[in-house]
């Protein structure tokens, strides 16, 4: 699926440097915006057709904190994976509950976990 | 008079005879304990609901429920109160019973008198102290455990995923190498980060006290910031009570201060920034307290979570920090048997209060 942006939100920069350099080798001509930061990532959202890589733990913040916020700005018609070192139940019950969050990436993120989301 | 202090407790009882002798066996004992007294389970639960307490007296036996139901449904509605059960039933059975469902002593209404309710309280609130610390510790290791596997995992992914990629080609040598080392680095500084704070928290465990005066502490502390404090132009005052003294370990009562006044500073308020420290007595305790009207926190999004490792507020104001400080401190202050709470608001600023 071709995506107008990919956010890829994490504290963690070398995290996001990788994650970044990943999804150029599997598709090129996408705008990629990075947030180390909850709010900035919310600040950041935009209209449509935006994909979220969304880190789990982003300077103690949950992920599901970024989720609720941008619930309340409507429905942007953006796509989330989940990215995390580690999965609690709690991630599946968000991948169940909202439709919009479609699957989720065990960190370290391989060309195939990539593949599987971007094409 | 006995040395307990401020101990809250509930009676559930409906003979009122039993209950009024209780309530002068336990009066006789301290007059730091509040005594309340419920003649139904349901009154008694729709108290506890709004009040915290640390020890229930339950007679099994009550208007609206009987045996060991009745401590079942209390232990539903608070699984973390102490419940001593006194109960007029001499079954052996029923007190096992009452014991492996959670109540921590099953006493004879016959068989008490004056000083064996003031044996079997002393008793029962130490041996609820030590529980509930056992606990407390086995959460924070779980908790620690948690972080460590989580912030280790991290840099371990970040340098397994480079090395995948360098393979495929999609990094230069020279970027390769940068990321590399940076990631060693945080890997390193990590495992630093946990080995202070484990030592810090063993520490807390086996400390020396001795009566201190809160007012020279929280001097030396703001002396040791004096060059800090004027850079960032924060106006200090200390309106401490001199004659204000605790039994504690002087390291944990300095680091405590030094904590909350380096945050204090830390999360300023650009324009006129203070800080007052103060002391007075609450709740049975002399409480420190740290007030500043810098930044604030909304606290909605998380009180609890404020003290919890590696937890930050203020993430997007550029102000370095790990988030250890203020879980350390809230470790300290439990160790030693008090407790904190914050008041916060966004923009006008924060009061901690430690009760010492």
Redesign the interface.
Known sequence: MDYNRIHIVDDDIISSTLLKRGILSVQKDVEIVLSETIDEAVSKIGDHNDLVFLDQNVKGRSGEEFINEVLTKGDLGINIVLISSHFKEQHDNLIQKFPFVIGKILKPVTKEDLLKVLC | MSEIKQLKILHLEDNLADQAIFETYIQDFSENIEYHAKQTLADGLSWLANNRVDIVLLDLNLFDTRGIDTLLKLKEVNAEVTIIVLSGNRDLAIAEKAIKNGAQDYLLKGSLDSDRVKRTLLFNIERSVKTKAMQKRGKDLEQFSYMV??DL???L??L???I??FE?D??EKSEFLD?AK??IN?LNDTIVEFTNVLEFKTQAQQAIKEEIKLKVIAEEVINVHKILIEESGVKVSILIDENHTIIYNKGHLRSIIQNLVSNAIKYRSEENPTIELNSYYDKGKLVFECKDNGLGMDLS?GKD?LF?L???FH??KGIEGK?IGLNMTKSIIEENGGWIDVESEVGVGSVFKVYL
């Open positions: 596997t989580h995992k991290s840099p992914n970040n397994s995923q480079l995948t990629m495929s999609q990094f990321l940076a990631s945080i999004k979570s919890k590696f937890k930050r993430t997007d988030g």
